[in-house]
């Protein structure tokens, strides 16, 4: 036998020495046959009980070959090393075990060290042999090396040579059995080996973290199978995590070698304190965390993840044992305060809190302790100061105490603000979009109040710095709220703290304003925010609804107004559809205005004229674009109204004549538009209309330049040519209506004509202000010969004519002339007038004192005395005025006979004798008068014994009598 061992071996080590990797197959056959040979050769030992010390001695120097040679194989590179390693290992402790001498004859010092030789060799071949999986091969190696531990044990040591080494082999060996036990699954042997272990071992410190660290990765394996399901349970993996940390417990921090037993330490009490967890052992697990927490924190290494993570799971066992909230607080607090804040660690912290979301005075007191963390950091981290920041906002949000909620937000904001750490442009936008969503969901809720504190936090000085306007929103937000709540006061208190370039800012004013019935403050600020910076035409027509619900019409005027001038009218027309509309609403309000006694009619008149003149503008801009189809039911609407509004002014608007005017005026513009848009051929009413409104029109102008001539008694020039001008145009445009039959009505038709020959008098009296006396020429030959209806023309020509100081004596006397030629001609001219004029045109012709103009006036004495003759009882000619023929004749009649002019003379005095017939004592004074007449007639000379006193007496009486026009 000892012969096959001999030559397996030779053949072993040649093919060894050839480092052909193909052999190794062969080679480990072989290890194999020399391990079974050399097993067999110690039963045959032991049981012979033969002395064979050399040979025993050589297969002994033989296995410490093979040992030494796995040492070289297993650093081979290659998959196959690890078998060959362990085959050799095999072989070795074989022959090693077979070369041990047991003969009782041996020293004790010898046979201790072979014992603690080969106890080692089997501890490690076991080792080997259960790593590669040859669990039965390792059992009998294992049982092997049982029988030398307990031989080891037995042997007396009475110096305490071997102690040390000692206690090492027999560790080594327990700890081979324990995990070659473990691998193979029997947890028994495990288990025994384990607490073997465990006795009082003095075993070195890198020993002990071998140790710690094999017991560590057992407690993981049951972990993790426990995780998977499996029939393992988590209380046996606390025993053995206990265990691991039983013994990194026992070593002092000064001794070599000991921060990476604590590191391996920690891992397993977080191993086995997650276990404790995991099968509900909170007790036990927070009692371990307890007794470990002061050494974390006094550790010079306090920071480091796995004391982080002992940490974490302190904090997780106290939330499932629900403890008070400073507890909690404690293990958050000391999380935070041992963390280096990253992206990551700052998210765990967050998400954490979010588990504990109904306890929010402390995970508000969590927050804020993590924010104040991140504030003592540098700028470069200032991120982590966003998300805190932006988390705290969310939790608040969820606290049904609202004042607590905004009172941490508020000290946050001002916690950051004083730490002089500015948030970022899209971190603070992020911040103030929250603030405004929560406040949103309050408002739309109808819990103004607190919408308007979610608001109002928004406005606090740490936004500023980014986003200066975010303030004025945030404010006008909350100015909402109260203006929801009718706290008007404090509304505009807040509103003042708005910038006041922004139009929302205004608008909100005015909002308060019309709550308030503060008329005057809610237009003033309504203009301002139609000025202002961001004004959109919409906060108009929001401005233009609220007006007309609150019932505040001059605030609604002066909307619609403002309205009206942002609406820019396109070549379309279709714009001037939509300023028509407002136009209407305007003149509408306006009107309603005018009707209250309390109306400041000067303004609300002009303020209609100025809107209708508008309208007016846009009907001319829609004509030039042929356009005015789209709007020719408001044009129908705008000439009424203001024809309508005009013809009432006239009774109500005393001192409103230009305004009045121009209403006609424009009355008549809009009809003339609408009878030429008309599709249809439009009723003779709406000409009878039009005939009115110019008519009034120009009327209106003349009554307003009267009353200023007399008012100032200074004459506008340009004013009255303008005014002349109009008559002119209006006397045109009635004629042409008159002309073309649009008139039927007979009525109608005589008024339109009394309206010309009114017209012609304005007409003149307008040009003897300009002193246009040609013009006026001109005018009186038209009314001559404008037919019978002229009369009334006839007389207002010839008194205006007369007044008139600085016509000229031609100019009045042939008006006056052609007015008393025309009355003759249409018989429609009473004796007393005809008299009164017959008088002025004498007078002025005998004042010429020309042949020319004595025989004129002659003609016109003798006609008076033929109307004499022929008048009625019911109509005489004035007495007075017969006084004042009778003396103008004789006189006239004297002052020819003085001047040689017999036969003018005669016919003085015979006219003045034919006169004396209608006046009483007439017949005493036609003899007087026949006598002068004789002598002029027969060119005698008058004695001087004729006394004509009575006569000339009487013509001085009746002239200084006589009242001329």
């Not at 109204?641 to 005017?661: K, L, P």
Request: charge should be negative; glycine fraction near 4%; hydrophobic fraction near 40%.
């Amino acid at each position: 036998m000892v012969a096959n061992i001999t030559d397996l071996l030779s053949t072993t080590k040649t093919q060894l020495d050839a480092s052909d990797i193909s052999l190794r197959p062969s080679i480990i056959e072989n290890l194999e046959r020399i391990s079974a040979l050399a097993e067999s050769f110690t039963d045959r030992r032991l049981r012979s009980e033969k002395d064979c010390g050399e040979l025993c001695d050589t297969i002994d120097e033989e296995g410490v070959i093979l040992w030494n040679l796995s040492g070289l194989v297993s650093k081979w590179p290659d998959n196959d090393g690890r078998a060959l390693a362990s085959a050799l290992r095999l072989a070795a402790f074989r022959l090693v075990e077979a070369g041990l001498e047991e003969n009782p004859g041996i020293e004790t010092d010898q046979l201790c060290e072979a014992l603690i030789h080969v106890l080692g060799l089997a501890s490690k071949t076991g080792a080997t042999l259960s790593e590669l999986g040859q669990y039965d091969v390792a059992a009998s190696v294992l049982t092997s090396a049982a029988k030398y531990e307990e031989m080891l044990r037995g042997e007396d040591d009475p110096d305490s040579t071997y102690r040390h080494t000692k206690t090492c082999a027999r560790m080594v060996y327990f700890s081979c059995r324990m995990e070659s036990a473990w691998k193979e699954g029997n947890y028994t042997v495990a288990e025994f080996m384990a607490q073997k272990l465990l006795g009082r071992f003095y075993t070195p410190v890198s020993d002990r973290v071998v140790l710690a660290a094999k017991f560590h990765s057992i407690g993981k394996y049951i972990l993790k199978k426990q995780a998977e399901k499996t029939q393992m349970k988590a209380s046996d993996a606390i025993s053995w995590l206990q265990k691991a940390f039983g013994i990194a417990d026992q070593e002092e921090i000064s001794i070599p070698g000991a921060p990476e037993l604590k590191v391996r330490c920690a891992l397993s009490v977080v191993s086995g304190t997650r276990a404790y967890f995991l099968s509900e052992c909170y007790d036990s697990a927070e009692a371990t965390l307890e007794e470990l927490t002061p050494s974390l924190d006094s550790s010079k290494d306090h920071a480091s993840s796995e004391y982080q993570e002992l940490r974490w799971l302190r904090l997780a066992i106290l939330k499932k044992r629900q403890p008070r909230d400073t507890a909690i607080f404690d293990a958050f607090k000391s999380i935070i305060n041992h963390m280096e804040l990253t992206e990551v660690t700052v998210t765990d912290i967050l998400r954490e809190l979010r588990t504990l979301g109904h306890q929010h005075t402390l995970v508000s007191a969590v927050t804020q302790f993590l924010l104040q963390r991140a504030l003592q950091c540098n700028d470069t981290e200032s991120e982590s100061v966003d998300r805190v920041l932006s988390s705290l906002i969310v939790h608040c949000s969820k606290d049904e105490v609202h004042s607590r909620a905004m009172q941490v937000i508020v000290e946050a904001f001002t916690s950051v603000s004083e730490a002089d750490k500015e948030l970022r442009s899209i971190p603070a936008a992020a911040c103030l979009s929250l603030l405004w969503q929560y406040g949103d969901r309050h408002y739309h809720a109808k819990r103004w109040s607190q919408a308007a504190d979610w608001f109002a936090a928004g406005s606090h000085q740490l936004f500023k710095v980014q986003n200066s306007d975010s303030a004025s929103k945030c404010y006008r937000k909350a100015a909402l709220c109260y203006i929801e709540l009718r706290e008007y006061s404090r509304a505009a208190a807040v509103i003042r703290c708005c910038a006041p370039d922004e139009a929302a800012t205004h608008y909100l004013a005015f909002l308060v304003a019309i709550h308030q019935g503060l008329e005057d403050e809610a237009i003033k600020s309504m203009h301002e925010m139609v000025h202002a910076l961001n004004f959109d035409r919409q906060m108009l027509l929001l401005a233009t609804r609220i007006s007309h619900e609150s019932e505040l019409k001059n605030v609604l005027l002066a909307v619609l107004e403002a309205l009206l001038k942002t609406v820019k009218v396109s070549n379309s027309g279709e714009t001037v559809v939509e300023a028509m509309a407002l136009l209407r609403c305007i003149i509408r309000l306006v009107l309603k205005l005018l009707a209250e006694p309390t109306a400041t009619r000067s303004m609300l008149v002009d303020s209609v004229v100025v809107h209708f003149r508008t309208a007016k503008i846009l009907v001319d801009a829609a004509s030039e674009q042929k356009a005015v189809s789209l709007i020719i039911k408001d044009v129908s609407w705008l000439w009424r109204t203001a024809y309508n509004c005009a013809v009432q002014g006239c009774s109500d608007w005393d001192g409103f004549q230009e305004q009045i005017s121009a209403l006609f005026d424009i009355s008549k513009d809009m009809l003339e538009v609408y009878c030429q848009a008309s599709p249809v051929e439009v009723e003779p009413d709406l000409y009878v209309h039009l005939i009115n409104a110019l008519f009034s029109a120009v009327a209106g102008r003349v009554f307003a330049a009267r009353g200023a001539v007399s008012a100032n008694g200074v004459m506008n020039v340009e004013q009255i040519r303008e005014i002349s001008a109009e008559i002119k145009a209006s006397k045109a445009r009635i004629s042409q209506i008159i002309g073309t039959n649009k008139v039927t009505g007979d009525d109608d038709l005589l008024r339109s004509k009394y309206f010309l020959h009114t017209l012609r008098v304005f007409e003149a009296e307008i040009l003897a202000h300009v002193h246009d006396w040609d013009q006026l020429s001109e005018i009186i030959t038209d009314a001559v010969s404008s037919g019978s209806l002229a009369v009334a023309t006839y007389e207002a020509i010839a008194d205006i004519l007369w007044e008139e100081k600085e016509c000229p004596v031609n100019v009045l006397c042939g008006g006056l002339e052609a007015v008393l030629h025309a009355t003759l001609d249409h018989n429609s001219l009473s004796l007393e007038k005809y008299a009164r004029w017959l008088r002025a045109i004498c007078t002025i012709t005998l004042a010429r004192n020309t042949s020319a103009d004595r025989h004129k006036a002659i003609g016109y004495v003798e006609q008076a005395v033929s109307m004499m003759e022929n008048s009625g009882a019911d109509e005489a000619y004035p007495m007075d005025e017969r006084f004042w023929l009778l003396a103008t004749s004789y006189n006239t009649g004297f002052e020819c006979l003085e001047a040689s002019s017999l036969d003018e003379a005669k016919r003085w005095f015979e006219a003045s004798t034919v006169i004396c017939r209608f006046v009483p004592g007439g017949t005493e004074r036609a003899e007087k008068v026949c006598h002068l007449s004789y002598v002029s007639s027969h060119h005698l000379v008058i004695p001087a014994s004729v006394d004509f006193g009575n006569i000339c007496t009487a013509s001085v009486s009746v002239c200084t009598d006589l009242n001329f026009l």
